[in-house]
């Protein structure tokens, strides 16, 4: 009998790490869009942050592309779109993806652990990484997703029938959502419900400065740690996205940071020790960090999958810059998925996937030898 019970623990486990390693689309999760309409009557919204010029042309202000756009034209983001000398936002209220998550999905492992994230994106965004996992969505124009109309109250009542503690910006590029972000976020705020951002961070200051009143914690995607990489992969720049991360910092905004490697791409060990300085001297030695493996995905499709090996180096190197809280993700049953204290280095919080099997901690302190351990724990 015993041994039966041991065989159904250990088959369990192996389930939730095999489902939390694989990669879920993003769609819409019916139970909660039943009774809302899937082709609602448009009502455009003006956007944010745009100046008005000669001749009917605008000039978005909200990302560092700062994209000029002539009457009838959308900018590079494929969601904003200028009539007649208006910029208005193509997918407010128009989510194309709907799930409820664990939060340690975003990932956010010091934020609130063994919680569910109300999560959400539309269609769009303003890079175009050759590697990302949703580009089914962030690829494409508002007008190839189906949505689904919701507005910020109705999302709101939505996410407190779900239970969850949060709601999340996520899957595609929040900031091309931003008036969206922006109007939901101020609601929550009031109904007690934390915001938290998956974002990559392009995104100028002042949007950003005002979008941080009312975020909760952010996890940022440093994709690489130079200009080339970005140039190559995302079609864009390293410096908005450094500029973004202090931004949050001095915002008081929760912050954790996510490193896809690629295993011949952003490897390279003495950039990553370059970065991992710049992290630690920057944002502090208590930021966490992710080490994200990668798989075949969009038009990096013939790729190997990093190698954990790779991962493995990526992180001792990160701990030997002195950052504390160092994370291997996409490895399920890695090590590196619990939460170390840095001074007794026993295990405070154990995981298997987006599982918490174990939580040792009290009042945010280590049990066994009262260390602090930054984060939001409650």
Request: hydrophobic share 35%; proline share 6%; glycine share 6%.
């Amino acid at each position: 009998m015993k041994n039966l019970f041991k065989l159904a623990i250990g088959l369990g486990l192996l389930f939730v790490l095999i489902v939390s390693c694989l990669y879920l689309p993003a769609t819409i999760n019916t139970k909660f869009s039943l009774t809302l309409p899937l082709h609602a009557q448009d009502k455009l919204r003006e956007a944010l942050f745009y100046q008005k010029r000669e001749n009917k042309v605008v000039q978005c202000q909200l990302c560092p592309r700062r994209c000029i756009i002539p009457n009838g034209k959308r900018g590079f983001c494929g969601v904003r779109e200028n009539r007649d000398g208006i910029l208005y936002t193509l997918v407010y209220a128009k989510p194309v993806a709907i799930h409820i998550d664990p939060i340690e999905k975003k990932p956010l492992f010091h934020f609130l652990p063994g919680s569910t994230a109300f999560s959400i994106a539309t269609a769009g965004c303003n890079l175009r990484c050759k590697f990302c996992q949703n580009w089914e969505i962030s690829q494409k124009r508002p007008e190839e997703v189906e949505y689904i109309y919701l507005e910020p109250a109705d999302l709101i009542n939505k996410v407190k029938e779900s239970g969850s503690l949060t709601i999340a910006y996520t899957y595609s590029e929040p900031t091309i959502f931003y008036e969206y972000m922006l109007e939901t976020a101020k609601l929550a705020k009031q109904k007690g419900i934390k915001s938290i951002m998956h974002s990559c961070g392009y995104i100028n200051e002042e949007p950003l400065r005002e979008l941080a009143k009312y975020l909760d914690a952010a996890n940022i995607d440093l994709k690489g740690f130079t200009d080339d990489y970005y140039a190559q992969m995302s079609e864009a720049t390293l410096e908005p996205v450094l500029r973004s991360l202090k931004i949050l910092k001095e915002e008081g905004v929760h912050l954790e940071i996510t490193n896809l490697v690629l295993s011949g791409y952003n490897d390279d060990p003495e950039t990553m020790r370059k970065m991992c300085l710049w992290i630690k001297e920057n944002l502090g030695p208590d930021t966490p960090l992710h080490f994200s493996r990668a798989f075949p995905m969009y038009k990096l499709n013939t790729i190997n999958p990093t190698p954990v090996e790779t991962l493995e180096r990526a992180r001792q190197i990160a701990l030997d810059c002195g950052l504390k809280y160092v994370y291997i993700g996409n490895v399920g049953g890695n090590p590196a998925e619990n939460t170390y204290c840095p001074k007794c280095k026993k295990i405070v919080i154990r995981r298997v996937g987006y599982m918490i099997l174990e939580n040792n901690l009290e009042n945010g302190k280590c049990k066994f030898c009262g260390e602090k351990i930054e984060g939001v724990w409650r």
